[in-house]
């Protein structure tokens, strides 16, 4: 203990030797802009208004304005509690909750799960799947290019320019008609070289709310089949869109149905309300299971640098819900309820501006879906009633 | 009988195939129609695709030149044990506590800790802030620098949340290809197999120095003194807080005091990985020495801290990466470069652990009894290694074995080969990795005569 204290205090005392320098290492380090979406949320929350609303991050709210953790989530919870251990989940995460979710993407019998072609792990929500994905693709399609939509949810850029990946845009939101862009699309769809990467929303774009139509998803996925075009789905709002997520999973049905070899990253954030849990799933379909085999490893590969393995809480709670019909049920009727209670904010807002007497046209905020709407017209001083 | 799509980039880097070059719309659809009947009535075309009864034909994936990766060598060995079906089998890979029922154990405090956060019906699971749950971070930088640390009461530090040690390490290793001016990361000679890939990845250049003397079975002091002492100005250098692994040798305070001298006149930046926080003699506080002496002398540097182990929380991924810069509007900046690398990697961190952690820290009770279950988990593997030693000299295993008690921490890095290795693991049913590296919270009182047959075995008879 003497020795201890003394040799603390011999280093305290020491201003000669080249560990006191007065000059910083990181004194060039500049301050970073702040995020685009979570500074909104940081200035709200300094804001002392009493009528301070916040309607930038994408986090769901009830009638009250409050987060709510759903009835499924508070069950499931309470039976985890006490009873398992925290052990290491293997690199690839919850095998049995990547089972689960893969059914709700690919279909509860889909034949690709029965064939184990399918390459999946869990991974930390949306955001972490993507960036799996964005960095498995350049290390075995180096020379490769992501085409992104415009606009896109901002941090999809970030995600590929850290995977070293060059980004091409292609069209996709017309703001006239605040609708889909479709003849630019399409274009772009066929003006890119074949055997492009593309990022598609398979639900909700954000931040328009603006999906293709069945019929024009068939299109694309046509024309992507033609030019060899790789389709990657960010599939954050399953569920979320319509209500149900048999339907918000279309888009994915079709290019599957049409033989594409699709990557799909799925999140649970927002239609399990598991936020901060970090909670999802990327995953690659694959030619056979010899190859998802191989896919799956080298994805490990890449998880294992980054975090190790992914946290195993919020995975517990999603197999736990998606393993019980009782809870799976629960969830769907609690998903319905949060898609309904945003339909229905569309209609009151929608009804409100042109019960305000608005000169300008609204209805787009009912025509897109879900919870984003893009308005460039939506003015600081209107007030919904 | 589904269509499959073709594409053209079934090999990244070979140029577009005759099929799609310059044809027309027309002409592509039949020549994919001519291929699907092509694969119909060609068998040699068949050979070529994966067999597989219930496919027709698949187009070729972008990724079919993708081969299977190795097992990672640390993970790989609990999947190999677990595919064992001999009832004496004994895992000693991973580095993850059991008890003397050879059971994972989760601490009492953590499962207190669990039924608050279970029972607060206001609690949410709200996305946390990029840099994670301030509490945890200001808690974290208080237990690895001390309460008292004039770094934290200047506002000098930095802490962020991130995933257990790994993420930890990663975030930083990025932070620093970024804006540190050296790209070149010294690592000791043996350690944690991942930390060359987490350093890699994150773009920085990966050297050793000499620390394992395989000879003494201890440090290799001299070694590592030349080997830091030649790095160039300003080179990073990765340092085990406590408790090395895979060795379980750690430099005495005096020798630490030495290299902190070097390490500052050579203006190289220290950046310490603690994952063993209290584990390794069962105090907090000493085993936070090391890491302290640098913080003490008002240099800067980089800590990765770890919850995986002293704590239990393995797979709730907690962990916090400090760095104490000279001045609190560094320390600032730097926060804000470090929610640059978060962003795109993981948007924010999982909130579970973290919660549990910040509750235990918090409160004075859970806290302290925190520090009497760490240091029962501590006692317990010293207990282990006294039990191994006695064991081996009451057997007359030929060599010395004492560097089995003077090695500190969850491994022991028993000099064994990698052919003794794979002689225990295939006739006695061991489960460890070839570097001959034991993990002593797999032991227990009743496995310990079976490793010692082992042992004695391969020693004797494997060369």
């Known amino acids: 203990m003497a020795l201890r204290s003394a040799i603390l205090k011999k280093a305290l005392c020491r201003s000669s030797v080249a ?4 000059m910083s290492l990181w004194r060039n380090v500049d301050p970073a802009p702040k995020d685009p979406i979570l500074g909104v949320t940081e200035a709200y929350l300094a804001d002392p208004s009493p009528d301070k609303v916040n309607v930038g991050v994408g986090a769901y709210r009830n009638d009250n304005g409050k ?5 499924c989530v508070r069950a499931a919870e309470r039976r985890i509690a006490g009873n398992l251990n925290m052990e290491y989940l293997p690199m690839g995460g919850s095998v049995k909750m990547v089972e689960e979710t893969l059914k709700l993407a690919y279909g509860e019998n889909s034949e690709f799960i029965k064939d184990k072609r399918i390459a999946a792990v869990q991974s930390l929500s949306g955001t972490g799947a993507c960036r799996l994905f964005a960095d498995f693709q350049k290390r075995f399609c180096p020379d490769s290019q992501i085409y992104i939509p415009v606009p896109t949810w901002a941090n999809h850029h970030n995600i590929w320019r850290d995977a070293q990946l060059p980004q091409r845009t292609f069209h996709y939101y017309h703001p006239e008609s605040r609708g889909l862009d479709f003849a630019g699309l399409m274009d772009d769809i066929k003006n890119a070289p074949n055997g492009s990467f593309f990022l598609l929303h398979a639900c909700a774009h954000n931040p328009t709310g603006v999906d293709p139509s069945e019929e024009q998803w068939r299109e694309i996925s046509y024309q992507f089949k033609v030019k060899g075009h790789f389709a990657f789905f960010d599939m954050a709002y399953q569920g979320f869109a319509s209500g149900d997520p048999e339907r918000d999973a279309k888009a994915i049905r079709i290019f599957l149905e049409d033989g594409h070899l699709i990557g799909v990253a799925q999140s649970y954030a927002k239609n399990m309300g598991l936020y901060g849990q970090r909670v999802g799933c990327l995953s690659v379909l694959c030619e056979d299971e010899k190859q998802a085999v191989a896919v799956k490893s080298q994805l490990q590969q890449l998880a294992r640098p980054m975090y190790s393995n992914p946290p195993v809480h919020g ?3 999603v197999s736990t819900i998606l393993g019980d019909p009782d809870l799976k049920n629960m969830w769907l009727k609690e998903v319905k309820g949060m898609a309904d209670r945003i339909i229905g904010m569309r209609t009151a807002l929608r009804e409100n501006l042109e019960k305000l007497g608005s000169p300008l046209s609204w209805e787009h905020i009912t025509k897109q879906h879900d919870a984003l709407i893009l308005s460039n017209r939506l003015a600081c001083s209107a007030t919904v009633g | 009988m589904r269509p499959r799509s073709t594409s053209p980039l079934a090999h990244s880097s070979s140029p577009l195939p005759p099929p799609f070059s310059s044809s027309s719309p027309t002409d592509r659809r039949l020549n994919t129609l001519v291929r699907h009947l092509l694969v119909e009535n060609s068998s040699s075309v068949m050979d070529s695709i994966s067999a597989s009864p219930t496919s027709a034909f698949h187009g070729d994936s972008v990724f079919a030149h993708i081969v299977r990766a190795p097992e990672d060598p640390i993970l790989g060995v609990t999947v190999a044990y677990n595919k064992d079906p001999s009832p004496v089998k004994l895992n000693l890979g991973v580095g993850a506590y059991r008890t003397e029922e050879g059971k994972p154990l989760v601490l009492n405090v953590v499962r207190r800790a669990e039924q608050q956060l279970v029972n607060d019906v206001s609690r949410v699971k709200e996305y946390l802030p990029i840099v994670g749950l301030a509490d945890f971070n200001k808690l974290s930088a208080k237990l690895i620098l001390g309460a008292d640390s004039p770094a934290i009461q200047e506002n000098r530090v930095t802490t962020v949340q991130c995933l257990s ?14 804006h540190y001016h050296e790209r070149t990361i010294y690592i000791p000679q043996p350690t944690w197999g991942n930390h060359t890939k987490v350093f890699t990845l994150s773009g920085l250049s990966v050297k050793t120095y000499q620390y394992y003397d395989p000879a003494t079975r201890g440090l290799n002091f001299q070694g590592l003194l ?9 080179a990073i250098v990765l340092l085990h807080a406590c408790a090395h692994n895979p060795t379980g040798v750690d ?3 005096e020798q630490w005091e030495q290299i902190r001298q070097l390490i500052r006149s050579k203006a190289l930046l220290p950046f310490f990985d603690s994952a063993y926080q209290g584990f390794a003699s069962g105090s907090l506080d000493a085993d936070a020495q090391p ?15 770890s919850y995986a182990k002293n704590m239990g929380l393995y797979g709730e991924r907690v962990g916090a990466l400090s760095i104490v810069c000279k001045t609190a ?4 900046r730097v926060e804000s470069q470090l929610k640059l690398v978060i962003r795109p990697m993981y948007s924010n961190p999982p909130i579970h652990g973290a919660s549990i952690v910040a509750i235990i820290l918090k409160d004075r009770d859970l806290y302290n009894e925190w520090t009497i279950e760490l240091k029962a988990m501590a006692d317990r593997i010293i207990s282990m290694r006294q039990q191994l030693f006695d064991a081996l000299r009451a057997r007359g295993t030929p060599g010395d074995w004492s560097h089995i008690i003077k090695q500190i921490g969850m491994f022991t890095f028993t000099g064994l080969n990698a052919e003794q290795v794979a002689f225990m693991t295939k006739e006695y049913h061991i489960y460890m990795t070839s570097d001959g590296r034991i993990s002593m919270a797999g032991l227990s009182s009743k496995t310990v005569p079976h490793l010692v047959d082992a042992i004695h075995a391969a020693v004797t008879r494997v060369v």
């Open chain 2, 165 to 178: 040690g790994t993420g930890s390490l990663r975030v930083g290793g990025e932070f620093l290809a970024r």
């Open chain 2, 226 to 234: 030349e080997d830091l002492g030649s790095a160039p100005s300003g």
């Open chain 2, 291 to 305: 890491v302290r002496l640098f913080a003490a002398d008002g240099g800067e540097c980089l800590i990765a801290q």
């Open chain 1, 19 to 22: 560990g006191a320098r007065s």
């Open chain 2, 251 to 253: 430099p005495t305070l």
């Open chain 1, 67 to 71: 987060p709510v953790v759903l009835e």
């Open chain 1, 315 to 317: 995975a517990l709670i």
């Open chain 2, 329 to 332: 509007d560094v320390a600032s």
